[in-house]
């Protein structure tokens, strides 16, 4: 071999840098899906438009790479073309005489911008997506920056009442109760108003069950209460106490079914509900960290841990049901959910390696054995199960 060594390691590093290079830029595109990318050029212009949550960053920034997937899930969850706030990024070492002007001495530095305004109010927080949406919460709370948002009517209008602070825990102490838990800037709460005002015009002359909603930027504490970490919540309250959350399809026909189902009025439902309820188990088993160790120490235990306001959680949450409900009467399958959000679960989902969500882990007589990466339909994930117990079967 012929040529200076030194050549030879300088060219080998410039090598290697650019390889780093190359993959920051091709994983930024990647994370940036929802994320739009402001510059000197327009950030003046597009932050005068609407309120912003920005965050100044350098892609080397270790911090800055950690927030990165919970920033892209916050822009997937809020910017929507209709909605009073947009999630944005900045790139302070292509950008520094921007990042200079916005008094950016570190990295990441998210910064909150009411329309129209180009000094921004400096989040301090901790960089996880509730404490970001409250954030958000609580610079959206002024009545006057939010549109569309009518004073709370005294009674029900067409069958929907709106619920404060005051009226919250008396309405809901007794009776049957289907609560809508929003926020104005959510683009999905958005959609789902004229259903949710349909539902209640529908049910309005129903007196045993009342639809309602509460606007969480103005009553945190009730919101707080009931542990909303994301928009809309739908719950199920039965004599002020929580039974159910819904998960299912958004549409009028999926809610008013959802709500005959939980009154009962399907006489075959109801039936088996009365004649299996102290027989049968639920075709979704629920655990936290005090039930986990006992639910899943026999037979095969399929687990999906979640948050409530994933999105890829949300789409697979009636499907993960189908599933359950395939199982439902096997004793050797228990098909189960884990909210990681919930105080009760939040150590147990560190000490299975919870790493995103969802996790889907499948364990045998309490013992991990698999993680489940393939496509979640409902016939690839019945596969998946019964490859295992036919395995097992075998030997």
Request: glycine fraction near 6%; include cysteine.
């Amino acid at each position: 071999m012929t040529g200076n060594p030194a050549d030879f390691i300088t060219s080998k590093r410039w090598i290697v840098l650019f390889l780093f290079m190359l993959s920051q830029v091709i994983n930024g595109h990647d994370e940036d899906v929802h994320t739009p990318q402001y510059t000197n050029d327009n950030f003046s212009t597009e932050i005068k438009k609407k309120n912003h949550f920005v965050m100044f960053y350098a892609p080397w920034c270790g911090h800055c790479q950690r927030l990165g997937p919970t920033w892209e899930q916050l822009a997937e969850m809020s910017n929507e073309e209709d909605n009073n706030i947009k999630i944005a990024k900045v790139d302070c070492t292509t950008e520094s005489t921007l990042c200079s002007e916005q008094d950016v001495t570190g990295y990441p530095t998210l910064k909150f911008y009411k329309a129209g305004e180009t000094k921004g109010i400096k989040f301090r927080g901790t960089r996880d997506l509730p404490s970001l949406t409250s954030f958000i919460n609580d610079q959206l709370g002024s009545t006057s920056m939010l549109e569309d948002v009518a004073p709370s009517p005294p009674e029900a209008v067409n069958g929907l009442l709106e619920l404060t602070e005051d009226t919250f825990e008396k309405h809901v102490s007794s009776g049957h109760h289907f609560v809508k838990f929003y926020a104005p800037w959510c683009g999905h709460c958005q959609k789902l108003a004229p259903t949710w005002d349909e539902l209640a015009n529908s049910l309005r002359h129903d007196d045993t069950v009342s639809i309602s909603k509460i606007d969480c930027t103005q009553h945190r504490s009730v919101c707080g209460q009931f542990d909303i970490k994301g928009y809309p919540t739908l719950l199920w309250i039965e004599d002020g106490k929580k039974v159910d959350k819904y998960t299912g399809q958004r549409t009028h026909e999926e809610l008013k079914a959802y709500v005959s189902m939980m009154l009962g009025k399907n006489a075959d439902e109801s039936s088996q509900k009365n004649e299996s309820t102290d027989d049968m188990p639920h075709a979704i088993l629920s655990l936290t960290a005090d039930s986990f160790k006992h639910g899943v120490e026999k037979g095969l235990s399929f687990v999906k841990f979640f948050a409530p306001w994933c999105g890829h959680c949300k789409r697979l949450a009636p499907t993960w049901e189908q599933l359950g409900k395939k199982f439902f009467g096997n004793e050797n399958v228990n098909i189960v959910k884990v909210d990681c959000t919930l105080e009760a679960s939040k150590e147990l989902c560190n000490e299975q390696e919870v790493d995103g969500f969802p996790s889907l882990y499948l364990y045998r007589d309490g013992r991990k054995v698999s993680e489940y990466n393939g496509s979640r339909n409902l016939d690839d994930l019945y596969d998946f199960v019964m490859i295992h117990l036919q395995a097992h079967d075998e030997l």
